[in-house]
């Protein structure tokens, strides 16, 4: 738990970059290797000269169009989430902050009580 | 002609590099950044296969369609997961996420 704070990186955590770098290193060596010996097809029948934006709707939206239909759907979905989970904390904050000011949330039942009596803003600053 | 191997060594390069990034640093967004790295040379592979196997066949350029558009839902879930966990804690290191053990 205990981090080191000012103090220069330690050769534990050096240790431990180099380690990572070997891995990696060593990963994609093998993957090179692998690839360079496998038999792949070494030219192609470019199609790409051609339109392909019109197959490639076709398929968007006939074969894979299920998918492309859950996918829109878990866009919507994270946007949301998204939303979700970086505005909860700002509602807190004006909550703590103002203390009741324009939004007056249902949740606030006692500070819309006390703006409602009183007719005026609390809080020394402007807005 | 480019071949093909061409096309794979590169995304492997390109995925060394994501998989270097996800374990050496330890800012949320550099990982963050390091994975879509790591998912754009899996959308490499598949248009280089799709392009190189069944060249008249386009299902490849659509599953790297569909599989970009779910790294942006995932990086939208993850930028907010992170923009919270930095409102709560005021970090962005990684090791944060070890006080999330329950």
Redesign the interface.
């Known amino acids: 738990m205990a981090a080191s704070g000012g103090a220069p990186p330690a050769a534990p955590a050096r240790t431990e970059?180099y380690s990572?770098?070997l891995?990696?290193?060593f990963?994609?060596t093998l993957?090179?290797l692998m690839?360079?010996e496998?038999p792949?097809?070494?030219?192609?029948?470019?199609?790409?000269q051609e339109q392909?934006t019109p197959?490639?709707a076709e398929?968007?939206f006939g074969e894979?169009g299920a998918?492309?239909a859950m996918?829109s759907i878990?866009?919507g979905?994270?946007?949301f989430?998204?939303?979700?989970?970086?505005r909860?904390?700002r509602e807190e904050e004006e909550g703590a902050g103002d203390g009741g000011g324009a939004k007056a949330g249902a949740a606030k039942e006692e500070g819309a009580k006390g703006a409602v009596k009183g007719g005026e803003a609390k809080g020394g600053g402007a807005g | 002609?480019i071949?093909?191997?061409a096309y794979?060594?590169f995304s492997?390069?390109l995925?060394?590099i994501g998989?270097?990034g996800v374990?050496?640093r330890k800012n949320a967004i550099v990982v963050l950044m390091s994975i879509d790295i790591m998912l754009n040379a899996a959308n490499v592979n598949f248009v280089a296969f799709s392009?190189?196997?069944s060249?008249?066949d386009?299902?490849g350029?659509?599953f790297a369609?569909?599989s970009i558009?779910?790294a942006?839902?995932?990086v939208?879930?993850g930028?907010?997961?992170l923009?919270?966990v930095y409102?709560?804690k005021g970090r962005m290191n990684v090791r944060i996420f070890r006080e999330l053990r329950w």
């Open positions: 970059l990572k770098l891995a990696v290193l990963f994609m993957l090179t690839l360079l496998a792949w097809p070494t030219e192609t029948t470019v199609a790409s392909t197959p490639l398929l968007l894979y998918s492309f996918l878990l866009m979905v994270a946007l989430g998204g939303l979700f989970l970086a909860e904390d | 002609m071949p093909l191997s794979l060594v492997a390069i995925f060394c998989l270097y374990l050496t392009a190189y196997s060249p008249f386009l299902s350029q659509v369609a569909l558009a779910i942006a839902a995932e939208a879930v930028l907010a997961i923009l919270v409102r709560v």
